[in-house]
């Protein structure tokens, strides 16, 4: 299948423009102070200071690559409107990521909600294997992220794209989440996001005639690149109801890598990546409007 091409994005728009009229001279000594007093507070409050400029020439593509263990067994798969490393040994994804944009959350497409199998991808697990299993079928890239177009709404109810996810998690704080990763993609542009099951070396529940594993936990790492400054942050959720809710389960990008053994988000500048990673400043996040 044909993956959504979308090259980099630079945050036209938000650089200030040149004054092409009479000049103003500003004394050296004066400049020489504003710029270490700029300084001082940026390493203060520890965010990067290069903004936007540091990724505008990185595709959305290359944000959403994902490197992991070879030991994790992986069949890649591009969709119209996202990817997933799918684990044929398990039957359900590593990761899926995405990239979600300010004009893709306005689409109209009406809900699919026919789930099937992939019969493209080995392993797949089938729609009677979630029958009676008294667990939802969780979407990861959720369908309401898949509404500009209809072909990528019908790829969302792939089983390549599903994990069996307890119904306190699926319509709880996972589905606020959710909603919420809409808002920050109006408010800043696009975000590139990226969830899936945190992996047992060694199942210890499985469902259905192909035995699905049940994932005990899940996480989702999010990224606006074109915000200014740049900010990252993960959430790790139980299969289960999420006592406190979203906010409760925030934490640093960091800690989902160490977790799970991936590596998110490595095409970002190091100098940018380093210090979004190691952030979890959920107020921050909760205060972004669109």
């Known amino acids: 299948m044909t993956a959504k091409t979308k090259g980099s994005r630079s945050a036209s728009g938000r650089r200030s423009k040149k004054n092409k009229g009479a000049s103003v001279r500003i004394p050296v000594t004066t400049l020489l102070v504003l710029i270490a007093f700029a300084l001082f507070a940026a390493l203060k409050k520890n965010i990067p200071t290069v903004g936007p400029t540091g990724v505008e020439n990185v595709a959305s593509t290359e944000l959403m690559s994902v490197e992991m263990p070879d030991s994790v067994a992986s069949n890649q798969i591009d969709y119209l409107g996202y990817t997933v490393s799918f684990n044929p040994r398990l039957h359900i994804p590593n990761w899926v990521a995405w990239e979600l944009t300010r004009e893709e959350t306005m689409g109209k497409t009406p809900r699919y909600d026919k789930f099937s199998s992939d019969a493209n991808v080995a392993g797949c697990a089938e729609t009677y294997d979630y029958l009676y299993s008294g667990y939802d079928r969780g979407h990861m890239a959720p369908a309401a992220d898949m509404k500009w177009s209809k072909d990528a709404m019908m790829e969302s ?25 809409r808002q920050w993609a109006k408010a800043d542009s696009a975000i590139v996001i990226i969830a899936g099951p945190i992996l047992d070396p060694a199942p210890r529940e499985f469902i259905g005639d192909n035995r699905v594993a ?77």
């Open 157 to 181: 109810f792939y089983l390549t794209n599903i994990c069996p996810q307890a119904r306190e998690l699926n319509t709880g704080a996972w589905r606020t989440l959710e909603e919420k990763c």
């Open 214 to 290: 049940v994932p005990r936990s899940f996480f989702k790492v999010i990224l606006a690149p074109y915000a200014n400054p740049v900010r990252a942050i993960g959430f790790v959720m139980p299969n289960s109801k999420v006592k406190g809710g979203m906010q409760a389960a925030a934490v640093s990008v960091d800690k989902v890598e160490e977790l799970t053994g991936y590596d998110f988000f490595a095409a970002l500048p190091d100098s940018i990546e380093n210090v979004v990673e190691a952030d979890a400043d959920f107020p921050l996040w909760s205060r972004i409007k669109p």
